[in-house]
């Protein structure tokens, strides 16, 4: 059992033994930031040595602890843990916390492979460590507590129609995400809604995968089938829009097959369960039987096996929309 101590990206404060675990790129590098941020606030005179653990050689990283001259405070991040050189292994497992003073010495490993595992358990078997979780966020539910922790830590004022409006748009890249509250935080608007989210992005929005399969299923033909060609249009990709529309379908599917499914127990976002459901329950399970195996369909097609997928996404459209009949 780890004894290191969690602590969530946007809290975390400088301390002599930090762990970054998790391939997130967009968290691990705003804890980093936050980190240098922080030495640099307490002490200008703070001396930062960023490294690549698969660079790394015998007794650099001693060296780099070690007290200066003058006893500036110190930030060393060792980047790529999870490429780390035989030497950082063992170089990292002999530091004594206890003797770190004025230095933060911070390990970050993306997750992606084993390597360095010796390492990180002897981190993780430590009471001083802390560990911070960078985990990729997958689930609308986890993308959605992330903008609202965006807008809340910034004290601004948001509706959940505008959280949702911003996690269908730009859920699939966290950067983009976080890029795109930050331009709204910047408005001088008294509160976040889905007014100012579609007006600051809305061509990204309008012409999003979720946006066309919202109007599928709303029975809205025309609107989808506009919607999709304007994203064909302006280059989005057929793969992308398909993966959405296989979420989408198979939580309906979820819900329709389960009466007791909860969104807690599906991983959802409390108002997305909510619309799901709704829609879900107005369809037959031949319908959404249909419906997935034309996304598959149309996968396929996509990915090369006809000539033209468009055809068969439109077809896919259609179907949708009129609830999984031919």
Same mark, same amino acid.
């Given at each position: ?10 809290? %975390? ?21 936050? !980190? ?9 005179? %703070? ?17 780099? =602890? ?10 060393? $991040? ?11 292994? #063992? ?5 004594? %916390? ?7 010495? $911070? ?15 002897? =981190? ?60 709204? =935080? ?18 990204? %929005? #309008? ?34 829009? !398909? ?7 198979? #939580?309906?599917?979820? =819900? ?71």
């Amino acid at each position: 059992m780890s004894k290191a101590k969690f602590v969530d990206w946007r809290k %975390v404060k400088p301390s002599p033994l930090i762990l970054i675990f998790g391939s997130e790129e967009y968290l691990y590098s705003s804890t980093i930031r936050r !980190l240098k941020d922080d030495v640099r606030a307490s002490d200008t005179n %703070v001396e930062i040595y960023e490294i690549e653990a698969s660079d790394y050689v015998a007794g650099e990283l001693l060296n780099m =602890i070690s007290p200066s001259l003058f006893s500036e405070p110190k930030l060393v $991040v060792i980047a790529g843990v999870e490429r780390a050189t035989d030497a950082l292994i #063992e170089d990292g497992k002999a530091i004594d %916390v206890a003797d770190l003073t004025d230095v933060t010495l $911070v390990f970050q490993h993306a997750g992606t492979s084993t390597r360095g595992k010796a390492l990180l358990d002897a =981190i993780r078997g430590n009471e001083n460590a802390v560990e911070v979780a960078c985990a990729k966020l997958t689930k609308d539910n986890e993308k959605s507590a992330f903008v609202q922790s965006h807008f809340t830590e910034l004290n601004r004022k948001f509706s959940q129609s505008a959280v949702k409006a911003l996690v269908d748009a730009f859920g699939n890249n966290l950067l983009e995400l976080a890029a795109a509250c930050d331009q709204l =935080i910047a408005d001088s608007a008294d509160q976040i809604d889905e007014e100012l989210v579609n007006r600051y992005f809305s061509g990204r %929005v #309008e012409a999003d995968a979720y946006k066309i399969l919202n109007a599928a299923l709303d029975g809205k033909t025309g609107d989808a089938l506009l919607l999709l060609r304007h994203a064909l249009q302006t280059g989005q990709d057929l793969i992308y829009m !398909l993966g959405a529309f296989a979420r989408k379908i198979r #939580e309906m599917c979820q =819900i329709a097959g389960d009466p007791r499914a909860t969104a807690a127990s599906l991983g959802m976002h409390p108002f997305a369960f909510s619309q799901a459901k709704k829609v879900s329950s107005s369809w037959s399970d031949e319908g959404l039987a249909k419906a997935l195996q034309a996304i598959a369909d149309a996968d396929a097609a996509a990915k090369g096996s006809e000539r033209q997928p468009e055809y068969r996404m439109e077809q896919l459209v259609m179907l949708i929309s009129n609830r999984g009949r031919e």
